[in-house]
Nanobody
Framework: VQLVESGGGLVQAGGSLRLSCAAS????????MGWFRQAPGKERALVAG????????YYTDSVKGRFTISRDNAKNTVYLQMNSLKPEDTAVYYC???????????????????WGQGTQVTVSS
């Protein structure tokens, strides 16, 4: 499977961006998907996750109410809508697919098997 992110860029604080991640290869619809981010000097951490059937969704506390994760299994694509962006949201954002199908939302990077190349999100103050 290959994951290709798009939609990153430079935005002012308070603005919005929508990240997309297109998947190819093995069956997308049976795997949970996640968005991680890594800021300079910090560890990569889970921002949002969505189960294979969208029944379960997870957000880290700092983005609750501002970010929305969704997926379109017909298009093999997962999205991350980011609103009310803050300078502290600045990071490289990575799309990732769970290593195993049909599970909940893994919380650690080791539980994910495939990663995209990352897309830079920069929020200016």
């Amino acid at each position: 499977v290959q994951l290709v992110e798009s939609g990153g860029g430079l935005v002012q604080a308070g603005g919005s961006l929508r990240l997309s991640c297109a998947a190819s290869g093995r069956t997308f619809r049976t795997y949970s998907m996640g968005w991680f981010r890594q800021a300079p000097g910090k560890e990569r951490a889970l921002v949002a996750g969505i189960s294979w059937n969208s029944a379960y969704i997870y957000y880290t506390d700092s983005v609750k109410g501002r970010f929305t994760i969704s997926r379109d299994n017909a298009k093999n694509t997962v999205y991350l809508q980011m609103n009310s962006l803050k300078p502290e949201d600045t990071a490289v954002y990575y799309c990732t697919q769970s290593a195993l199908p049909g599970i909940g939302i893994p919380k650690t990077g080791d539980e994910y098997g495939t990663w995209g190349q990352g897309t830079q999100v920069t929020v200016s103050s």
